[in-house]
Nanobody, 122 residues
Framework: QVHLVESGGGLVQAGGSLSLTCAAS????????GHWYRQAPGKQRELVAA???????HYADSVKGRFTISRDNAKNTVSLEMNSLKAEDTAVYYC????????????????WGQGTLVTVSS
């Protein structure tokens, strides 16, 4: 099995910064595409940022210029640097990754993390 573990969430004041990291554990799993989603209370889960294996990035309009997604292929991690945080950024942030899992058989998987809470106080 492959597990994605997010870290770095917490409480921050508006205008502050937080950094989230997503790392794979379990059977060997090479992250191809990495994504960060978020879900605020009472709202649908939305894509925040995405990054390809070649580091092409995509951002939701609401976070452009404030958030930066990056990856470390050597460490097999995907990170999200969040600056100028606003109260409306408060949500549970989820990492999603697709890639090759090399267990008893080699298969292409899409895996979600358990989520990490980001709370921005105004």
């Amino acid at each position: 099995q492959v597990h994605l573990v997010e870290s770095g969430g917490g409480l921050v004041q508006a205008g502050g910064s937080l950094s989230l990291t997503c790392a794979a554990s379990g059977i060997p799993f090479t992250i191809n595409g990495g994504h960060w989603y978020r879900q605020a209370p009472g709202k649908q889960r939305e894509l925040v940022a995405a990054i390809t294996r070649g580091s092409t990035t995509h951002y939701a309009d609401s976070v452009k210029g404030r958030f930066t997604i990056s990856r470390d292929n050597a460490k097999n991690t995907v990170s999200l640097e969040m600056n100028s945080l606003k109260a409306e950024d408060t949500a549970v942030y989820y990492c999603k990754a697709d890639g090759e899992a090399r267990g008893a058989v080699v298969e292409y998987l899409e895996v979600w993390g358990q989520g990490t809470l980001v709370t921005v106080s105004s």
